[in-house]
């Protein structure tokens, strides 16, 4: 194992040391997982809610295996406290052939007893998927604004 721990202090910096660490060493940092989320986490994301620390650390292996980039950028932390706290970031990912996507992104960060015990992705699906096509990105926010805005 890495004898680089995240160093300890706050749980917010904690959780933002594992990202960096993430663009890294990539699956390597996986190893801080259990210092940093509870057993029963709940986790969820505009396309999914799921629970449980093994299906969180799968879902890590499975983005890995996936993505030939697997960044994140820009890690910004709104520390409100130990018990909630969001982060901003950019997250750069890109399959062995085609684009990069870039997802604009944000999570919400509940915690108990120095551990996160639940997070919430915020980010744009669809956006994300149309943002690397200049016609169907400009298509998707000329039809959006008409809709909603």
């Known amino acids: 194992m890495d004898d680089r721990k995240i160093e300890a202090g706050r749980l917010p910096e904690r959780v933002r040391a594992f990202y960096e660490r993430v663009n890294e060493e990539r699956e390597g940092a996986l190893v801080e997982l259990p210092e940093l989320y509870a057993d029963d986490l709940i986790f969820a994301n505009p396309v999914l809610e799921e629970q449980g620390l093994d299906r969180f650390e799968s879902f890590w292996h499975e983005a890995f295996g996936k993505y030939k980039l697997f960044q994140f950028d820009g890690l910004t932390l709104a520390?409100?406290?130990?018990?909630?706290?969001?982060?901003?970031?950019?997250?750069?990912?890109?399959?062995?052939?085609?684009?990069?996507?870039?997802?604009?992104?944000?999570?919400?960060?509940?915690?108990?007893?120095?551990?996160v015990i639940r997070t919430r992705d915020y980010f744009d699906p669809l956006g994300t998927l149309v943002g690397p096509f200049p016609i169907l990105n400009w298509l998707y926010r000329k039809i959006f604004r008409v809709l909603v805005a």
């Open 79 to 115: 520390a409100e406290s130990e018990d909630f706290f969001t982060m901003v970031y950019t997250m750069r990912v890109a399959f062995c052939v085609g684009p990069t996507f870039k997802v604009i992104s944000a999570t919400d960060f509940y915690a108990r007893d120095g551990k």
